[in-house]
């Protein structure tokens, strides 16, 4: 085709999203990032001689890669292996105050009636009817949307539906309507951090998020590097072309619409349209140069998402029969947030996520060695990583009280220097300049935040933006959904004569 190459730059799930749906529709396109590998914030991390997932750990929606790969002629689970979790996470306040949350949820309320009474269980239920309500409310009318507005929710899903998901209400508070025991609201409330927000600010639609991980939780067999890996491959396999360890440092306008992307080499590549699946933040700081800064947003430190302190280990462990997935609860989780989003500093009592990485439902896999094994620990940690860094005698407190919560739970961990790698704010600034260290783009805090967030057609013609920071939000599987709608919006303003037509439209108007 006698046109120029779409760009995309950044080879994170948004981008690599968009260039599987612009390859297989006949245009051609180059994938830029600076890294020497595809996946942004997925990765791995070498420690003591093995490779530890270091970045998201969930997949959900696996409807979401059925429909991408599937558009371009492959079956997903043939070019990913997929293992379904039936324990969704396991949960810890004390050495004997422990719950399951099981793929089967009728197995899910027993156990949560063992743990908390009958009425906890009935409570669950009634949540559980709750929160896929409100996901049927969005689903189309928003998260499939390339650019919903209140009043396109309430002509859409209807004003009944919109206020049934209580966007006015936060969802700590409307957590108390369904659970008395203050352990279930910490529990059901962390579903907020996945949007890296607090239970305590963030409007109750965030419930949305608990039905979509009760839905379902896939582990990647390999690690989750193995996902941008397959989708890389299958986007090369339609003919995109990958210049990784590449930096762009600009893009270039003409007669009033993207031209061209600069990189740091002094190279110019002419684009028919740019994809930017980078931070809006990096943007609205400059960092891609002037007129990227154009289509981006300088967030205040207040609008900021959640940031992290975490480890990568492996390392030995003890007590505790770790899952996949675990949580460990502090005791007083309105003290842990006010700590991060009201005072900026990192939690003196924090919860503790763990991802054993090479346990299954029932504990370690077939032939591991039990007495090393990769976990990756998250800590909430405020995003300050470009103004107030937090130096070792900041760190070590937060991680000494971590351990001590988890050895209180009746899990030691075998950290040396040697065998834990730690990532800081500031570290996460490093990787992605410009953010600060917040890993999700603006934080979901009031009922209208989520519109605040950039849709995938910029006011620039011919410049779209992909990413977590971005319509429909973060989330491994919402950020392949925002490349799919920048795609969309690309096919359509450059009217591509596609070479061979998906089986079905990206984005916004998938079916199942």
């Not at 070498?46 to 429909?67: I, Q, Y």
Request: aromatic residues 6%; contains cysteine; charged residues 20%.
């Amino acid at each position: 085709m006698n046109q120029p190459d779409v760009v995309v730059v950044g080879a994170g799930i948004g981008g690599l999203a968009a260039a599987v749906d612009l390859a297989q529709a006949g245009l051609p396109v180059t994938v830029v990032d600076q890294a020497a590998s595809p996946g942004g914030k997925v990765r791995e991390l070498e420690v003591a001689g093995a490779l530890v997932d270091s970045g998201p750990t969930v997949l959900t929606m696996k409807w979401v890669f059925d429909e991408l790969f599937a558009s371009a002629g492959a079956r997903f689970e043939d070019r990913v292996g997929l293992h379904k979790a039936e324990v969704l996470a396991r949960h810890a306040w004390s050495e004997t105050e422990r719950l399951d949350l099981f793929s089967d949820s009728a197995r899910t309320a027993d156990a949560i009636g063992d743990f908390a009474g009958a009425g906890a269980a009935r409570g669950f239920l009634a949540f559980r009817r709750r929160t896929a309500e409100v996901y049927r409310t969005l689903e189309n009318s928003f998260i499939r949307a390339a650019r919903p507005t209140p009043l396109g929710l309430v002509l859409t899903g209807g004003l009944g539906g919109l206020l049934r998901a209580k966007p006015f209400e936060t969802l700590w508070s409307e957590l108390g309507s369904f659970f008395e025991d203050p352990r279930l609201r910490q529990l059901f409330g962390r579903y907020a951090t996945y949007c890296g927000s607090s239970p305590f600010l963030a409007p109750a639609t965030l419930m949305l998020v608990a039905h979509v991980e009760l839905e379902g939780v896939w582990r990647v067999n390999g690690g989750m590097q193995r996902l941008p890996e397959a989708m890389a491959r299958l986007a090369a396999e339609k003919g995109a072309h990958f210049r990784p360890s590449e930096r762009v440092t600009a893009v270039e306008l003409a007669g009033g619409r993207a031209a061209a992307v600069l990189l740091e080499s002094g190279e110019r590549l002419p684009a028919s349209a740019v994809v930017l699946n980078t931070d809006v933040s990096a943007l609205g700081e400059g960092l891609l140069g002037t007129v990227a800064q154009g289509v981006g947003q300088k967030l205040r430190l207040q609008e900021r998402s959640l940031s992290a302190l975490t480890l990568s280990l492996n390392a030995p462990t003890r007590g505790f029969p770790l899952s996949h997935h675990n949580v460990f609860f502090c005791a007083h989780s309105g003290a842990e947030f006010s700590d991060v989003f009201a005072h900026r500093r990192l939690p003196r009592e924090p919860t503790v996520y763990v991802c054993a990485q090479d346990r299954g439902d029932m504990g370690l896999e077939h032939g591991m060695d039990s007495e090393a094994e990769r976990l990756f620990c998250i800590i909430n940690a405020p995003a300050t990583g470009d103004r107030a860094r937090f130096e070792e005698q900041d760190i070590q407190p937060c991680l000494q009280s971590a351990l001590a919560l988890l050895k209180r739970c009746g899990l030691e961990l075998g950290q040396t220097p040697d065998n834990c790698r730690v990532t800081s704010p500031a570290d996460f600034e490093r990787r992605f300049p410009g953010t600060g260290g917040a890993l999700y783009g603006r934080a979901t805090h009031g009922a209208m935040a989520t519109f605040k967030r950039p849709a995938s057609r910029s006011h620039i013609p011919r410049v779209y933006l992909a990413g977590g920071s971005v319509h429909p939000g973060p989330g491994v599987p919402m950020v392949a959904l925002s490349g799919r709608l920048a795609a969309r919006s690309v096919l359509e303003d450059l009217g591509s004569t596609a070479r061979s037509r998906p089986p079905a439209t990206p984005a916004g108007t998938l079916t199942r």
